[in-house]
């Protein structure tokens, strides 16, 4: 895989989780202590988060850090 296609597919699962959690990435963001453009970036895959943001997020969401990097 290509860099894009990892920030890409990780951004695709965070949206995944998100929605699944019927959550706005507003929402998201507040709990996770980032930014909402922050998350909009990672969800458009043009964000290279680190693994602490991730780690943030996979919290919020009720998600292992693993499940972020799913690669399907």
Excluded at 16 to 28: G, I, K, N, T, V
Excluded at 34 to 49: D, L
């Amino acid at each position: 895989m290509t860099e894009e296609e990892v920030l890409r597919q990780i951004g695709l699962n965070v949206r995944r989780y998100r929605l699944q959690c019927d959550m706005s990435q507003e929402a998201l963001a507040e709990r996770a202590g980032i930014h909402p453009t922050y998350i909009s970036g990672i969800e458009k895959g043009r964000r290279n988060a680190s693994v602490l943001k991730l780690n943030s997020i996979a919290t919020v969401l009720g998600v292992e850090l693993a499940g972020l990097f799913s690669f399907q």
